[in-house]
């Protein structure tokens, strides 16, 4: 799949890059995050690297770094985006992996969840 039709074809792709509009939560030159068009919690946004990395069952050794940069961000954001520190508060780190792990969009995303319950589902 050459990058063109990455971005084609790949929603996420598209947001990242902007040709999609989206609530931007934080960009830096790897990393992409926004706000879930369909939130489950008061708080819900979802963390993407910018290349197209189809899922958790696709990474290797090399998206090491890339990958501790998103579970770094996570706490930080989710704080700047509402949710209270721990314990009281805190947060729900998911990720769908594949059509049995519920994955709908085929270019890795973290979501984050949280804030006061009760949230929409579990
Ligand atoms: P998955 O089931 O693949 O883990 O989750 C995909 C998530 O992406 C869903 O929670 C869905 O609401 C969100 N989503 C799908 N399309 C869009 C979109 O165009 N914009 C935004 N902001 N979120 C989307
Ligand atoms: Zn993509």
Known sequence: MSTLD????????KIAQGLIPSRKVYEDDEIFAFDDIHPLAPV???IIPKMHLVSM????PEHGALLGRILLLAP???LAQGCRPY??????ILTNTGAEGGQEVQHLHIHVMGGPRPWLKR
Do not use: M, T, Y
Not at 87 to 92: L, S, T
């Open 6 to 13: 990455k971005l084609d074809n790949c929603i996420f792709c």
């Open 87 to 92: 314990p009281e508060g805190g947060f729900r």
């Open 76 to 78: 930080q954001l989710a």
């Open 44 to 46: 819900h946004f979802l």
């Open 57 to 60: 069952a696709h990474v290797g």
